[in-house]
């Protein structure tokens, strides 16, 4: 970068050496030349620390693997719950779960999700949750759900279901999924939390 900015600042005065204005306004000039290279360089510098510091910021959230909503920015990009629900991410954002809670049914969804946030089909034979709810312990085991409409088999599928009471509860869920497995990485009580009423 330092080569590129000595090039300018020098085919920039090898142009003013042409051109005969007075001494004093050639001076002016120079000064004015190695204001913008220092400027030029200090914004090279603030961008490297911007960029690194944004690089920590990035890794450290996604290393606390969950964010509430319905967007989570992982590796500068803003991904959507495609399904409305809550996402997290594991694997340094390769990975990703959404928690679908339909309350009035009592139903509770979980999505395998790539870093893009579209649908990634795996093997996993079902998701065992362990929540607390109101103070009281609870487990629900979701299956896998075939998906016809996209080619997915109940044994390679990206939507798991579970049923319970219990799910109709208006209080927050805080939660962990056991065991998940994308490809050959195995992911074990992955935190998650469903605020209240939502």
Not at 13 to 35: D, P, Y
Not at 54 to 80: E, H, P, W, Y
Not at 102 to 130: A, C, H, Q, W
Request: with cysteine; glycine share 12%; aromatic share 8%.
């Amino acid at each position: 970068m330092n080569e590129n900015l000595d090039g300018v600042v020098a085919r920039s005065w090898a142009g003013l050496a042409h051109i005969s204005f007075s001494q004093s306004w050639a001076n002016k000039r120079v000064k004015t030349l190695a204001k913008i290279k220092t400027l030029v360089k200090d914004y090279t510098k603030m961008k490297k620390g911007k960029s690194i510091l944004m690089g920590f910021v990035l890794l450290f959230g996604v290393m606390a693997c969950s964010k509430q909503g319905d967007q989570v920015t992982v590796r500068n990009a803003v991904i959507l719950a495609p399904h409305g629900g809550t996402l997290i991410f594991l694997g340094g954002g390769k990975y990703g779960l959404e928690f679908v809670l339909n309350r009035p049914d009592g139903e509770l969804m979980i999505y395998t999700l790539d870093s893009g946030g579209k649908s990634l089909p795996t093997g996993n034979e079902g998701f065992e949750v362990r929540a607390e709810v109101a103070g009281q312990g609870q487990t629900l085991i979701l299956a896998p759900l075939a998906n016809t409409a996209a080619g997915e088999l109940a044994g390679s599928t990206s939507r798991y279901r579970g049923q319970s009471d219990w799910l109709k509860s208006s209080e927050a869920i805080h939660g962990a999924v056991m065991e998940v497995y994308f490809r050959n990485s195995k992911y074990t009580e992955v935190k998650f939390e469903i605020s209240a009423g939502k």
